[in-house]
């Protein structure tokens, strides 16, 4: 390294064969140094805290709260980590599945309370049908309003998990923002990626619903897609039981998806507003559909 006097009167370092102004090497510093302090800031942030986990010999949970979430809003999850072999379900189960139920019943200063599901996947459930759910690890994001900033979370969860065999599991978590554990590093931030995976809502996008046989509950939805067709997945819900029985490649940058149902007792052969969620576990949407009025061949 060797320091000269530039042209312009400039002090200038020349490292190697490049002149490097001594201005320039000021500012970098200063700017690494911002860079640090920032750093240390973000290092030092407390938002995310988490309940002591409730141990089972299959599965293990606890909550999550991000105490720096927009004001008045609770940001929050539960999250469940599973031994291997074993495997939880989503909202809508699957043929022999058993959807988890959650009781909020002694939740102080938060009001609204919703549960959000990310994109589950389809697994055979050991009995010549099919499942849907999670396995190894999945974070349910916790959404509610809060009244102000002395709260509490409590959560009463009943759910399954299958390996060989399906067990029902059932635990009690707490957590306020005086009794949380800080979280650090991926730990902390799982919770806002879980957030930020849920599929997105897609009512903007032209969708085709039509009867693909006069008198049955068979159906065939087309709507643009412009992803990997073979990669995609789907899943439909509304009242009675329903199916995607295929999912194929249509023209024009369109996806086609086959569905059939068996609708509910007492429901007038009406299946209601029905959901249908699709795409990969990294970019998925739901969108709503009118099966009931679908125009038939």
């Known amino acids: 390294m060797e320091r000269r006097r530039g042209r312009r009167g400039v002090t200038e370092l020349f490292i190697g064969l490049e002149p490097v102004p001594a201005y320039a090497l000021g500012m970098k ?12 800031h973000n290092a030092a942030r407390a938002d995310v805290l988490a309940s002591s986990w409730v141990d089972f010999r299959e599965a293990r949970i606890r909550l999550l709260i991000d105490t720096d979430g927009p004001e008045g809003a609770l940001v929050a999850g539960l999250e469940i980590t599973l031994a291997e072999g074993f495997k939880t379900y989503w909202r809508q189960a699957g043929d022999s599945g058993v959807p988890p139920m959650f009781d909020f019943g002694g939740t102080q200063g938060i009001d609204a309370l919703q549960v959000a599901f990310p994109f589950p996947e389809r697994f055979d459930d050991g009995a010549g049908g099919k499942a849907w759910g999670y396995k190894h690890h999945v974070i349910l994001p916790i959404s509610g309003e809060r009244k102000g900033k002395d709260y509490r979370l409590a ?9 060989t065999m399906c067990i029902p599991l059932n635990g ?9 554990q800080k979280l650090v590093g991926t730990e902390a931030d799982a919770l806002a990626l879980a957030r930020a995976a849920l599929p997105k809502a897609d009512d903007g996008r032209p969708t085709t619903v039509v009867r693909t046989e006069a008198g049955k509950h068979r159906w065939r939805v087309t709507l643009p897609y412009a992803g990997d067709v073979s990669a995609m997945t789907a899943f439909v819900e509304g ?34 507003p029905v ?11 739901e969108k709503m559909l ?8």
């Open 290 to 297: 009118d099966l009931d009025n679908a125009p038939g061949p």
């Open 172 to 180: 009690k978590l707490e957590l306020s923002p005086a009794t949380g």
């Open 29 to 40: 510093r200063y700017l690494i140094s911002l860079a640090l302090l920032f750093a240390v």
């Open 155 to 163: 959560l009463a969860l009943d759910f399954a998990v299958c390996g």
């Open 239 to 272: 009242n009675g039981f329903l199916d995607v029985e295929a999912v194929e490649a249509g023209t024009g940058g369109a996806v086609a998806v086959a569905i059939s149902g068996q609708p509910a007792p007492g429901t007038g052969e009406r299946f209601g």
């Open 275 to 285: 959901r249908l969620t699709f795409g990969t576990k990294e970019r998925s949407f």
